[in-house]
């Protein structure tokens, strides 16, 4: 069997992926420096919208959902679509085509873009109810 | 190679028919057909729009780049949807050029950041 070199890439990518899963699980980001804070936060002391997304992650591999939206509830919420995506990488690697996907219109992208930019603008107000979205 | 002439089997090497006599083409008369065919595939091929990655940029490293990727992922379906083939391939192409973008300069500070990090906890 020959395997391309863009699948093998892929498939060390999808491994990588699922080793960053699994350190993760295993080390604590908000007590391991082996986990860093987010650079831009240390710097300037911005909450970009990933900032909190892996305390939230590690949250969620331990059932601790509430605890992972107060974390980042957006890295929450678009978790299913990048677990999704991923599965579709692993079915075309496999199986050679991908899962079905939704066909998005421009403005349901633009809405998802919008979202982001929102959510990334209102954690950094320091009032509630805004505050509740930082980490 | 069958005789397009009289539809006799050849030997592959011949130049004639050994039936008819017909000459017989070493390129194969069907390959015009072929071409078009698979431009036609090609046609109804899906355009990937490079959406989640260009999320996983904008919401994990680099929203600059990634806010551009998104941009071009959404222009790949929006001009699908009007029928634009080939703009739908270049935005395509730009989405997935951003996204690297991004990744790329995120990885490069994830490395400077990381070294800055050692280098300050060993106290150069």
């Not at chain 1, 980042?72 to 677990?83: D, H, K, T």
């Not at chain 2, 790949?76 to 009007?82: D, M, P, Y």
Request: net charge positive.
């Amino acid at each position: 069997m020959t395997v391309s070199p863009a699948a093998r890439f892929e498939l060390a990518a999808l491994v990588a992926v699922l080793a960053a899963a699994a350190i993760v699980y295993t080390v604590d980001p908000a007590a391991s420096r082996l986990l860093p804070p987010c650079p831009l936060h240390t710097l300037t002391g911005v909450l970009c919208p990933g900032c909190g997304s892996t305390r939230a992650l590690h949250a969620l591999l331990h059932g601790r959902i509430a605890s992972a939206f107060g974390f980042n509830a957006l890295a929450v919420l678009f978790l299913p679509i990048f677990v999704y995506s991923f599965a579709s990488r692993v079915s075309r690697l496999l199986r050679g085509r991908p899962l079905p996907a939704p066909f998005l219109k421009a403005g349901a992208i633009y809405a998802l873009l919008a979202s982001i930019v929102i959510f990334a603008v209102a954690r950094n107000i320091p009032l509630p109810p805004f505050s509740a979205l930082a980490p | 190679m069958i005789c397009p002439r009289c539809g006799a089997e050849s030997p592959d090497d011949a130049s004639f028919c050994v039936e008819c006599a017909q000459p017989l083409s070493p390129v194969k008369p069907l390959s015009p057909v072929k071409e078009i065919r698979q431009a036609g595939q090609h046609a109804t091929q899906p355009v990937k729009s490079y959406l989640v990655e260009a999320i996983v940029v904008t919401v994990l490293c680099c929203l600059p780049f990634g806010i551009v990727a998104i941009i071009f992922a959404s222009q790949v379906n929006s001009k699908l949807q009007a029928g634009d083939y080939a703009g739908a391939v270049t935005a395509s192409q730009k989405a997935k050029t951003w996204s690297i973008v991004g990744a790329v300069s995120g990885a490069v500070v994830a490395v400077i950041y990381g070294l800055a990090l050692i280098a300050g906890q060993s106290g150069f």
